[in-house]
């Protein structure tokens, strides 16, 4: 019979190939999504669009996109703190930054979740505080959402159509239950007594009061200068507060009204509400302008940024295999 400690070496022998082969098939998929992306796009079609737009416009709304990821990426400059890691804040910034173009153009499971893992988990962050990192930044995003909506479905920054599943009365009622969620929360970070509970092993923390406002604050914020793109981009024909509405209501447009075919949710729910207020190529051209400011213009920096962090990865895994074994790597 072998001895568990045979296994174990040959394991760890077989590791760094292992890796390394994961490493590479990692990029493949990454390099695939782009490629995928990027054949679906109508590229005639989008720079017809961008070209019929001024100048002034296209940089009002880039200035506004910038301003958007600025506030997201300090939403893991709060996880620093949440977890308390050794990175700096100039390694966590670029990190975001991908992570959320990436999200936003590939999915959750890419930007969100599998890139956070890698890109943190390279420079030493443990499984555990990543998890957390993004958990506290989920909730961010949400908590900003939460107010923000609430407050614009209660006030009636915007009504739905007469044949949608849910009338005026039940988006006010939807309304204030965000608003009272939002509240709910804030209030149990500041009065509960229990600051932390451990499921299936993974510890969950809660913030304080100050770190929960902070959340509340820069994930409005996110959602408030992500309107403003769009505001922008509609050639500010629409008012602000209209606008900010329509976004905040096409994240729930999937459960209470059905999509055409061939739009997509936020595209079907802006031509629906603003349907006597501007055309439909309009709205269209707009969004599709939105779309590229917002989305794909981040992404093709974001890609740029990602072979950078690789390339610094790597370099800084040499310079750790190259240090004596009894000098540690800082994880945080």
């Not at 760094?16 to 796009?41: C, D, E, Q």
């Not at 100039?90 to 153009?105: G, K, W």
């Not at 044949?163 to 209030?187: D, K, M, P, R």
């Not at 949710?265 to 779309?291: C, D, H, K, N, P």
Request: overall charge positive; hydrophobic content about 50%.
């Amino acid at each position: 019979m072998r001895h568990p400690s045979s296994r174990s070496g040959r394991w760890q022998r077989a590791w760094p190939m292992t890796r390394k082969i994961l490493s590479y098939a990692f990029l493949i998929l990454i390099a695939g999504l782009l490629v995928g992306l990027a054949r679906k796009l109508n590229w005639q079609e989008i720079m017809a669009t961008l070209g019929t737009y001024q100048a002034r416009t296209l940089w009002m709304a880039g200035t506004a996109a910038l301003g958007s990821y600025l506030v997201y990426c300090f939403f893991d400059v709060l996880g620093k703190h949440y977890v308390r890691h050794a990175l700096p804040v100039r390694q966590v910034l670029p990190i975001t930054f991908v992570c959320y173009a990436f999200n936003l153009n590939l999915s959750a499971w890419v930007g969100g979740i599998a890139l956070r893992y890698r890109l943190y988990g390279r420079l030493g962050i443990r499984p555990a505080l990543i998890a957390r990192i993004f958990t506290l930044s989920l909730m961010t995003n949400w908590l900003g959402y939460m107010c923000l909506a609430g407050i614009s479905f209660t006030s009636g920054w915007i009504r739905p159509p007469a044949n949608w599943e849910i009338g005026n009365t039940v988006l006010q009622l939807l309304g204030i239950g965000l608003v009272l969620v939002g509240f709910a929360h804030l209030a149990f970070c500041h009065f509960s007594k229990r600051r932390a509970w451990t499921i299936h092993g993974h510890e969950i923390r809660l913030p304080s009061l100050r770190m929960a406002a902070l959340q509340l604050v820069l994930g409005a914020a996110n959602w408030s200068l992500m309107a403003l793109v769009i505001y922008y981009m509609l050639l500010q024909k629409i008012p602000y507060l209209e606008v900010l509405g329509i976004l905040l209501i096409s994240s729930i447009a999937g459960v209470i009204t059905h999509i055409p075919a061939g739009l997509g949710v936020i595209e079907a729910v802006f031509v629906t509400l603003l349907a006597g207020q501007m055309s439909r190529s309009g709205v269209i051209a707009g969004l599709i302008g939105y779309r590229v400011i917002y989305f794909l213009i981040p992404l093709l920096l974001a890609t740029l940024v990602y072979v950078v962090l690789e390339a610094q990865a790597r370099k800084l895994r040499k310079e750790k295999a190259s240090k004596p074994k009894d000098m540690k790597f800082e994880s945080g």
